[in-house]
T-cell receptor, first 113, second 112 residues
Framework: GESVGLHLPTLSVQEGDNSIINCAYS??????FIWYKQESGKGPQFIID?????DKRQGQRVTVLLNKTVKHLSLQIAATQPGDSAVYFC????????????FGSGTRLLVRP | SAVISQKPSRDICQRGTSLTIQCQVD?????MFWYRQQPGQSLTLIAT?????????ESGFVIDKFPISRPNLTFSTLTVSNMSPEDSSIYLC?????????FGSGTQLSVL
């Protein structure tokens, strides 16, 4: 079938290295941010989220950093594995708690064996 | 997290016809959304489909083209009407569960 992210920016990393995926968000009033992972033929999978009152949050092998001053979000993946190969999207949500997400354009992560 | 099932997973349709996509959730959820993902693109919100109220559509999407039903707290349908090749996309439903937004696996639609 047709794959997601045919024309997306691509980050290529060596297996075992750390990956950093960046995202510039659009609305300074956004209050909630999420990173999703999308593999070919599948829907987006929730990875990690962060509220605007935090600047860092850690999960299992993943860390999200939020810099509200420059409206920048990053996802760090430690010890990248072949299974991490996918398209990664950041998403933002406003303070109205409507859960209407605005998605970034996405980054394809390729892990070299 | 909620388990979300979509049917069909993919379809190939002729222009001018309509396709109804089903979204089934394994738990009761109030907030449900429909998104579109055009080839090589990110996700765009089509509409919010909360049970007990009419669906609300985002700019650029209208009810006549994308009618939505939400008969109960576990089910919704999105119809893509009078299809054209420009409607070829992945259509995804999503739900709010435990204050997080989860997605179904999507319906890959190709219109010839």
């Amino acid at each position: 079938g047709e794959s997601v992210g045919l024309h997306l920016p691509t980050l290529s990393v060596q297996e075992g290295d750390n990956s950093i995926i960046n995202c510039a968000y659009s609305n300074s009033a956004s209050d909630y941010f999420i990173w999703y992972k999308q593999e070919s033929g599948k829907g987006p999978q929730f990875i990690i989220d962060i509220r605007s009152n935090m600047d860092k949050r850690q999960g299992q092998r993943v860390t999200v950093l939020l810099n509200k001053t420059v409206k920048h979000l990053s996802l760090q993946i430690a010890a990248t594995q072949p299974g991490d190969s996918a398209v990664y999207f950041c998403a933002e949500m406003g303070m109205d708690s409507s859960y209407k997400l605005i998605f970034g354009s996405g980054t394809r992560l390729l892990v070299r064996p | 997290s909620a388990v979300i099932s979509q049917k069909p997973s993919r379809d190939i349709c002729q222009r001018g016809t309509s396709l109804t996509i089903q979204c089934q959730v394994d738990s009761q959820v109030t907030m449900m959304f429909w998104y579109r993902q055009q080839p090589g693109q990110s996700l765009t919100l089509i509409a919010t489909a909360n049970q007990g109220s009419e669906a609300t559509y985002e700019s650029g999407f209208v009810i006549d083209k994308f009618p939505i039903s939400r008969p109960n707290l576990t089910f919704s349908t999105l119809t893509v009407s009078n299809m054209s090749p420009e409607d070829s996309s992945i259509y995804l439903c999503s739900v709010v569960s435990l204050e997080k937004l989860f997605f179904g696996s999507g319906t890959q639609l190709s219109v010839l």
